[in-house]
């Protein structure tokens, strides 16, 4: 992102000394400064040349030590869109003598490193050279995405809850008036097997909207104590038999001992129903899927795959297939209500997203990590109290 005219060339000013002494330590303010600084050499079209001071910080975020980074050009180090527009921004950094954007640098791992970059132009001698001071925005850009997201799921959830709940009183009638119909009817006559399925149809109709009443929060938890290990134990009966008949094998992993936690068994039940059939369809040529639980403690120097945990003791429960797996775009949007991979009609993309919603409630998280043919694992984290 190019600010513009921002960062426009000011008056020139008469060179002088700064009003108060510059302090012995001046270099070692620069080396040392939290935001990255360097300077490079310009070629004759304004694009930067070679490093030739890089500071402490700037070697850190990089992951590349001095010596490495001395040896290449800030273009090296850009990402590719920030790249394709360095012509256009060295073109305004020798009109204006100084830009202001937004740019992506790559680290040496691999990482995208967010950042606010100005550069202004001055001389050394007869050389043009550039100094650049860069600001790392990476955590700020998180968490304006956090907030955008928390946004719109909050208007996604009003707005699915709220016609949830009128399109559930419709199917009510409908119900209530084909149980009716069909008493007066006899079993044997073709109106009879009509009303029949309208009633079924009305019931998965409404086995929907009660998905979309706990996504959107309008089903009340009704939490007791319970221990985990019990609750995956009872689960596995009626998980067994989806795996069996998508050639799945489902595996147990159970911590030796747990304390009971507060938890609604029955919505439980559901969360691990709901990844587990999702995982099913990730391994149409079957494979395993385990549960396993265990204790854990979250500090905040933890690192989780779930954001936003606060520290404390936790129940963890994972659960892992042997599937295809799913790339970081299909990764970041697996807990959005309606969003599916499958085929047109062949799900409802609510699976996952009802599941989060419901450990939510719990107080808790849960966090994916999936890479492409390495499977995937859905990590939930349940606090002693609720």
Known sequence: MYYGDIYKKGPELPAGKSSLPLPANFNDIFANGLDAIFINELKEDGLPGKFVYINNIFCQRSGYTREELLSMSQLELMDQDTQMAASDLARELMLNGGILFESSYIAKDGCKLISETGIHRF??????????????????????????????????????????????????????????????LKDNTSLARDLELISELADRAAELTRQLLTFAGRQPIDPSDADINEVVSEAAGMLGHITISQNAELILTLTAETEKIRIDRNQIKQVLLNIVINACDAMLAGGRITLKTSETIIAPETRVSVTGLKPGRYVQLSVTDTGCGMDEEIRQHIFEPFFTTRACGEGTGLGLATAHSIIEQHKGGIGVTSKPGKGTTLDIYLPRSV
């Open 123 to 184: 001389k050394s001698g007869n050389k043009d050279m550039a100094v650049s001071i860069v600001r790392d925005i990476s955590g700020r850009r998180q968490n304006e995405e956090r907030m955008l997201h928390a946004v719109k799921m909050e208007t996604v959830c009003r707005l699915a809850g709220g016609i949830a709940h009128e399109f559930n009183n419709i199917l009510m009638g409908i119900s209530g008036y084909s149980q009716l119909a069909l008493r007066r």
